[in-house]
Each structure stands twice: as structure tokens, then as C-alpha cells.
Nanobody
Framework: QVQLVESGGGLVQPGGSLTLSCAAS????????VGWFRQAPGKAREAIIC???FSATAAKGRFFSSRNIAKNTVSLQVRNLESEDTAVYYC?????????????????WGQGTQVTVSS
């Protein structure tokens, strides 16, 4: 089991970029595949991107995720932010080597960090 803490959220202007961090304790995060999810107000939580335990990076459209093994973290960079990106962002970890976008695949979750995109 690994404990996860997200950070880096805040208020960002449309068109800007943001980097979120998912810090792990209790185990090495490079032993886990990590998924990023978000939940907008009034909506169900949705998957964004996942990074396999054997991968150093993952990219999907405006989203880029990477590992920092020395810091035991995984980051999520989001470019060209839009108001629709306003949400609470979560990271989650699973020990399977497969990269999954299914919430039910993950047993360890962070508490989330709020991202608000507004001018």
C-alpha cells in the first residue's frame, strides 16, 4: 500500500499551463502504475491519463505525465487550460503493470487538489 498526496493546484488563467504533483510515501511509486483522474462540479469522476509502472512518461493530447524516481513522485502537466478543466484532480496507484483508466483498478488514492481555470 502506498499513500498519495497531490499538490500544485490553484487558480490558472485560460490558456495557461499547470503542473500537478503526486507524492508517495510508504513505498516506491515506481513499483506502481499511476492514473490521473478528475472530477468537475456536478459531474462524475473521469480518467485523464495513466502511466505504466514500466514507463517514465505518458502523453495524451494536452496532458503529459512523468515520473521522478528520486523524488518518488509522478507529475501531470496540463497545457492550454480551459474553463472545462476546472475540477478536483486525483492521482491513484495500482501494482499491476498494466495502465488502466478504470477507477476500480486502483486501490490507493490521494485526497485531490483543486484546479480552477478562470480569468
Amino acid at each position: 500500500q502506498v499513500q498519495l498526496v497531490e499538490s500544485g493546484g490553484g487558480l490558472v488563467q485560460p490558456g495557461g499551463s499547470l503542473t500537478l504533483s503526486c507524492a508517495a510515501s510508504g513505498d516506491r511509486l515506481d513499483r506502481y502504475s499511476v492514473g490521473w483522474f478528475r472530477q468537475a462540479p456536478g459531474k462524475a469522476r473521469e480518467a485523464i491519463i495513466c502511466i505504466s509502472k514500466f514507463s517514465a512518461t505518458a502523453a495524451k493530447g494536452r496532458f503529459f505525465s512523468s515520473r521522478n524516481i528520486a523524488k518518488n513522485t509522478v507529475s501531470l502537466q496540463v497545457r492550454n487550460l480551459e474553463s472545462e478543466d476546472t475540477a478536483v484532480y486525483y492521482c491513484a496507484a495500482q501494482q499491476s503493470p498494466a495502465c488502466s483508466l478504470q477507477e476500480t483498478s486502483y486501490g490507493d488514492w490521494g485526497q485531490g487538489t483543486q484546479v480552477t481555470v478562470s480569468s
